[in-house]
Nanobody, 122 residues
Framework: QVELVESGGGLVQAGGSLRLSCAAS????????MGWFRQAPGKERKFVAS????????YYTDSVKGRFTISRDNAKNTVYLQMNSLKPEDTAVYYC???????????????WGQGTQVTVSS
């Protein structure tokens, strides 16, 4: 049984930081691409960041480049999203995603977490 458990969300003021974590079980973590999508109220779910199976390749949506950093620890089966200089428009539910295609994630990726709320106040 595959499980992705996110943590680290919360309420923060604009300009602040949060670090999301996603602990995975039930998959061969070191062979999976991992990443994050987010969904703001009333909007579609959108890609945020991803890392290849080795961590050697990372991708970001333009709006978070230079502010967010994705990383993974294959020994701990965990992927992280360090979010700095947060803006109110970053407010959303953030979903952890796992894909056996080790190079990237997409809306059709196999496994999704339950989501964690991030709220940035102005």
């Amino acid at each position: 049984q595959v499980e992705l458990v996110e943590s680290g969300g919360g309420l923060v003021q604009a300009g602040g930081s949060l670090r999301l974590s996603c602990a995975a079980s039930g998959i061969t973590f070191s062979t999976y691409a991992m990443g994050w999508f987010r969904q703001a109220p009333g909007k579609e779910r959108k890609f945020v960041a991803s890392t290849s199976w080795s961590g050697g390749s990372t991708y970001y949506t333009d709006s978070v480049k230079g502010r967010f950093t994705i990383s993974r620890d294959n020994a701990k089966n965990t992927v992280y999203l360090q979010m700095n200089s947060l803006k109110p428009e970053d407010t959303a539910v953030y979903y952890c995603v796992a894909d056996p295609k080790g190079w990237g994630i997409s809306r059709t990726s196999d496994y999704w977490g339950q989501g964690t709320q991030v709220t940035v106040s102005s």
